[in-house]
């Protein structure tokens, strides 16, 4: 093999590399005639966790045959190359949308079809993303490119097999970067100081207090961080905490918000507040990914603040790798703190979690509270029966239930008249509140309305 | 290890087009080219068409199994594969033919429907076990009635 062949050559698979697929493509664009070329971006899904489950090698054989099935569903390509790690790209020239649907369709028929090497049988996944250069903007091969990795991302991230290139995906792109630059920016990525890194100015904390249902004292608090850019002003976490997650700065959030409020609530004094009232601090999934490092986390914000470990509560949202790790669990709650499990009820809600991992409380996911204001009967009644079941569930087998989202009389009318004592957090109680104004809050009494005098609860309903 | 028998088990659907008489010369031709190539890969096995489905048993070296699998996966002749197991073997059950033919019939056998409708009530290594029977079996009574 000549230095000129080896340089354009993928070692592994012999298809172009990512610079030679370029250049053949720019050779294409350039081509005498008024063709557009479509060029067609294959990414293989999940494929680094194949890759830690089966090895390298194994890896490496599954690349290559992938890249057989390619050039076997897509003998027309006039470009074919492996343009990273496990990503290809094709290339064609003059192809109808027919054509086109066909070739798709081949390509995620052949390639999604069992695989079997070294004693395993894989099923990969995969998206497309496709962009088809029009026949006047005299585009280059790395605007095409970029244009169909647009289109990939956008597949990828609404869980899509095939997405073609539409310029609205442009700016959904430019816009979850610029979110993602600002980030950085508040968050100063650089630097390798935490409490420096995190720009006080526009973090904070708000603080939603978790009522006891028997007594109605203070039984803890949620912490829930909060982001006011300069500009932008209040971001929602929904926005921007995937963000952190997907440029890895989730720990870092994380561990900020775990420190400054367990120092928090060892300020915090009142008549209204329980004996060994806790705060609360949601835990993302990522986070729990890499439990030695939350261990020590949890570890040095209870040694900082001297907060007594049981006060701490973790709230995390079941995901569908739980029942994988139940060790990592163990791990966390020999530090002393307690779990509590987020949104259930919803997602994958399995009763397996319940039963086999170390949890202390569930919440309740908002949903079932939400729908007790539709006027719908039938809805109601099934939403009363499921919260029945959920107390009657959680109660037998000792686990404390926290019923959120409560933003009406009726609806803590109702919770009232079930007759089961769990905690409850919502609107009506208190909206979270910043900081600063905790003492304030601390020193008013809470103002409930008159919870028992709600004659019929259905009557309020209509 | 590298001398082990393994033995792969799947599913697919026909994309054959044509009367039964046309799948039949198409499988046909299968099977010749099958016969030398597997004999020289130390492969046997089973393939049974039934009602739009082809059913096959692959055993012999894990190498040879894993190539010829792949070189199977990627015939356009059918899709929709789906594997029921995928394990070393202690013996082959198909050791006198390179690959059998199972038969080649209009309707779905009720045993290969059960089997394929199995997911829920049978794990899929059951399913496997029991592909692997029935293709015995029908082997066994085609072979009779040639
Ligand atoms: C359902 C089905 C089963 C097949 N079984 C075998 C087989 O056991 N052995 C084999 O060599 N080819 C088998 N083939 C054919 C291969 O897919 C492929 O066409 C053939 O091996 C190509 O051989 P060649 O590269 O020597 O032309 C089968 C095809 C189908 C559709």
Redesign the pocket.
């Known amino acids: 093999m000549g230095l000129i062949e080896m340089e354009m050559v993928d070692s592994l698979t012999g298809l172009l590399n990512r610079i030679a697929t370029l250049s053949e493509i720019d050779e294409l664009l350039i081509e005498e005639g008024s063709e557009p070329v479509t060029l067609v971006l294959l990414d293989i899904g999940r494929f680094r966790k194949v890759n830690d489950s089966v090895g390298i090698q194994i890896g490496d054989r599954i690349i290559r045959i992938v890249s057989k099935r390619i050039k076997n569903a897509a003998p027309e390509a006039h470009v074919l190359g492996r343009t990273s790690g496990d990503n290809f790209a094709l290339a064609f020239k003059g192809l109808s949308q027919d054509q086109l649907d066909d070739i798709t369709d081949k390509l995620l028929d052949f390639i999604k079809r069992p695989i079997a090497v070294g004693g395993n049988v894989i099923i990969v996944s995969l998206a497309i993303g496709i962009a088809t250069s029009q026949p006047a903007d005299g585009k280059d091969a790395a605007s095409l490119f970029h244009a169909a990795d647009i289109a990939l991302h956008h597949a990828q991230r609404n869980k899509l097999e095939v997405t073609h290139f539409e310029p609205h995906m442009l700016e959904l792109a430019q816009a979850a970067h610029s979110l993602e630059n600002d980030l950085r920016v508040s968050l100063a990525t650089h630097t390798p100081e935490l409490h420096q890194a995190i720009n006080n100015e526009q973090f904070s904390i708000h603080y939603q207090p978790i009522i006891s249902s028997s007594n109605y004292a203070i039984a803890g608090f949620e912490a829930l961080i909060r982001w006011n850019h300069p500009q932008r002003g209040w971001v929602s976490p929904g926005q921007f905490i995937p963000i952190a997650e997907e440029i890895g700065v989730i720990d870092m959030l994380g561990t900020w918000v775990m420190r400054k409020a367990c120092k928090d609530i060892m300020q915090w004094h009142g008549p209204q507040l329980a004996e060994d009232f806790f705060i609360s601090v949601n835990v993302s999934a990522k986070q729990f990914k890499k439990p030695a490092l939350l261990a020590d986390t949890i570890n040095n914000a209870l040694e900082e603040s001297r907060l007594a470990p049981h006060r701490l509560h973790l709230e995390m949202t079941e995901t569908s790798t739980f029942n994988e790790i139940p060790e990592k669990f163990f791990a966390v709650k020999e530090t002393g703190c307690k779990l509590s499990l987020d949104d259930f009820g919803t997602g994958y809600s399995s009763l397996t979690y319940l039963h086999s991992l170390p949890f202390d409380s569930v919440k309740l996911d908002k949903s079932f509270i939400s729908d007790l204001y539709v006027r719908d009967e039938a809805r109601w009644s099934l939403s009363e029966k499921m919260i029945r079941a959920i107390f009657s569930l959680s109660s037998a087998i000792g686990l404390e239930l926290i019923v959120e989202g409560i933003e009406t009389q009726p609806q803590l009318h109702f919770l009232h008249k079930l007759g089961c004592n769990p905690m409850y957090q919502g609107y009506l109680f208190s909206r979270p509140i910043p900081t600063d104004q905790i003492p304030d809050f601390l020193s008013t009494p809470l103002h409930l309305g008159d919870l028992h005098e709600q004659p019929n609860i259905q009557h309020c309903l209509l | 290890m590298n001398n082990q028998i393994f033995s792969i088990a799947y599913f697919?659907k026909s994309s054959i087009k044509g009367s039964i008489n046309d799948v039949a010369r198409e499988i046909e031709s299968?099977l010749t080219?099958?016969r030398s190539?597997?004999k020289e890969q130390g492969?046997t096995?089973a393939?049974l068409y039934s009602g739009g489905y082809?059913s096959?048993v692959?055993e012999g070296p894990m190498d040879a199994v894993e190539d010829?699998f792949e070189?199977?996966q990627n015939?356009p002749?059918?899709t929709d594969v789906s594997v029921l197991h995928f394990n070393p073997i202690p013996n082959r059950s198909f050791s006198d033919w390179s690959?059998a033919l199972a038969g080649i019939e209009d309707t779905l056998f009720a045993s290969i429907d059960a089997i394929l409708k199995s997911p829920d009530e049978l794990e899929s290594e059951q399913a496997g076990t029991a592909l692997i029977n029935v293709l015995y079996d029908l082997v066994k009574r085609h072979e009779g009635q040639v």
């Open positions: 697919s299968i080219l099958a190539n597997n492969i096995g393939l082809f096959q692959i010829l070189t199977i015939d002749r059918h690959m």
